[in-house]
């Protein structure tokens, strides 16, 4: 009987030990996993990301033998530059933990890359895919830039040498511009906002500005991701002021390039391409000039060939010559007309004519007719007129003044006036 007792873990007999809390057993869990995994790269597929208003973002990392749920935080997520993507193979760095409240152990990401690409290349790639199906690379969204602009943006570093040249060529090409300066940081998280802020600055405050260029000089892609930021490729898309990107050496491309209404494979070469050569305008107008000339006096020789040809011609001198042949031909047209309209009046007389002596007949017969049912109508209406009832010898009564007919013996009182109607005339009467 004991043993049985000590098999179902009986302790009745003992001291028994002290008993842990669920929190207590999970907080203990929690922390022998973070003192055992620290930190540590794991290899995964990501799958089912979420990402929420708070900024942090969960997802699933997998293998095809086992799966961990995974926390990427919103201050750690803003050091990944790429998005998230279900089936995106990545590394991520991070520690093992638990979730107290529901017992679940999850791998918190502190840092994340794409196990293939770089991840800037991956996000350049996202955000690429993601604009171009917006539309926002079409080129019948392109807007075309002034041929002689006379207010012109530069949205780049005060500091930089992308400004320097800028300034150099425009001023070397075409003096007298008006250059306006918006001074941005062109490198580091905070310039991104920064120079979608100035285009946007600029279309609001300086709306007659001709053309904005945009750019810095040469770098790595990492010196250069500002212009790869969504924030500022927006800002370049709803820009109402044509945009010239120029970011970089030739052989640079940023998201910034496929936005912009232009793209300068430099700042000095942006420059070149917005300003015309303020010579080579001069030469090109001299040589117009120089061409417009003769075009000009040959022009005015032939108008004198034709004046004078005209001036020779036999109608300009009499002009009368013009209408000579149009005179006889009308006087032609009259002769035939006047017989025709004779002809046709003499054919519709006579078929009218025609037509009388068919329509004769018919209308006396149909007269008569007419004279037949009308007598036969009168001789009916006389023989119910009351003038023929006063010839048999019959009397109509009338009050006197109202010319109402008396129907009866109460139709009349004492003392009325009345008429009494004969056939060969009237007898005034009063009732007593």
């Known amino acids: 009987m004991s043993g049985l007792l000590e098999e179902d873990g009986d302790i009745s007999g003992a001291a028994a030990p002290p008993a842990l809390s669920v929190a207590e057993l999970s907080r203990r869990i929690h922390d022998t996993l973070e003192s055992v995994f620290p930190g540590q790269w794991v290899e995964g597929e990501i799958s089912d990301p979420r990402t929420f208003p708070s900024g942090h973002a969960y997802f699933t990392l997998k293998d095809p033998e086992a799966q961990i749920s995974a926390v990427l935080f919103k201050g750690a997520a803003s050091g990944v530059r790429f998005k998230l993507e279900h089936g995106l193979e990545v590394l991520a760095y991070g520690r093992v933990s638990s979730y107290v409240k529901r017992g679940q152990y999850q791998f918190i990401v502190s840092q994340m890359k794409p196990k293939r690409a770089g991840a800037l290349q991956l996000a350049f790639e996202q955000l690429k895919r ?19 602009p006379e207010r ?26 008006h250059i306006r300066i918006f001074p941005v940081p062109v490198q580091g998280d ?26 810095r000089g040469g770098g790595s892609l990492e010196d250069l991701w500002a212009f790869n930021e969504e924030a500022v490729a927006r800002a370049i898309a709803g820009s109402k002021i ?27 070469a942006a420059a070149e391409l917005v300003v015309s050569d303020r010579a080579a305008v001069l030469d090109r107008l001299v040589a117009l000039a120089g061409r417009l000339a003769p075009a000009l006096s040959a022009a005015v020789e032939r108008l004198e060939e034709r004046l004078s040809g005209l ?22 047209l009259t002769g035939r007309i006047a017989p025709a309209f004779s002809r046709l009046f003499d054919r519709a007389g006579e078929r009218l004519a025609r037509a009388g002596s068919r329509i004769a007949p018919t209308m006396r017969i149909a007269l008569e007719r007419a004279q037949t049912r009308l007598g036969r109508r009168m001789e009916t ?19 006197r003044g109202t010319k109402k007919l008396l129907r009866s013996k109460a139709d009349a ?7 009494i109607k004969l056939q060969d005339g009237e007898i005034p009467v009063r009732v007593e």
């Not at 044509?242 to 000095?268: M, Y």
């Not at 009182?413 to 008429?419: H, K, R, V, W």
């Open 130 to 148: 993601k604009l171009e199906a917006e539309g926002l690379f079409d080129k019948g969204r392109k807007r075309p830039l002034p041929a002689f």
């Open 152 to 177: 012109i943006g530069l949205v780049t570093s005060r500091q930089g040498a992308a400004l320097r040249d800028m300034l150099s060529v425009l001023e070397r090409r075409f003096d007298g511009l």
């Open 190 to 215: 905070a310039a991104a906002p920064a120079i979608a802020e100035a285009i946007a600055d600029a279309n609001a405050y300086f709306p007659d500005t001709d053309v904005l260029l945009v750019g």
């Open 242 to 268: 044509p945009v010239v990107s120029c970011v970089g050496h030739e052989t640079d491309f940023t998201i910034a390039d496929f936005v912009a209404d232009l793209r300068a494979p430099t700042p000095s």
């Open 311 to 332: 001036l020779r011609s036999p109608y300009l001198r009499d002009p009368f010559r013009l209408f000579e042949a149009k005179a006889q031909r009308i006087d032609e």
């Open 381 to 399: 209406l006389d023989a119910l007129s009351p003038l023929r009832v006063l010839e048999r010898g019959y009397a109509i009564a009338f009050k």
């Open 413 to 419: 009182e004492t003392f009325d006036e009345l008429t």
